[in-house]
């Protein structure tokens, strides 16, 4: 993730934080499941939803560490 990009998210984040940040990935999940937009859209849109509520809750090495635990896990459960 380029500087930037990232500063943008920590700055939506402290403006909108935690409760703003589950209505915009709620926002976004809606919006994945009527297919209101081309996947890309979509999914960048709850991307970044997921990244500025990570930040909200402070939150994001946690998370981070969880995702690549999990992704281990799914790995060596399949055959």
Request: proline share 1%; net charge negative.
């Amino acid at each position: 993730m380029n500087e930037k990009h990232y500063d943008n998210l920590c700055e939506i984040a402290k403006k909108i934080g935690v409760e703003g940040s589950h209505m915009y990935l709620t926002i976004w999940a809606q919006i994945l499941l009527r297919q209101e937009c081309d996947a890309v859209e979509t999914l960048a849109g709850l991307y970044n939803a997921l990244d500025i509520l990570c930040i909200a809750l402070d939150c994001e090495d946690d998370v981070q560490d969880m995702a690549e635990k999990l992704a281990a896990e799914s790995v060596s459960h399949m055959p």
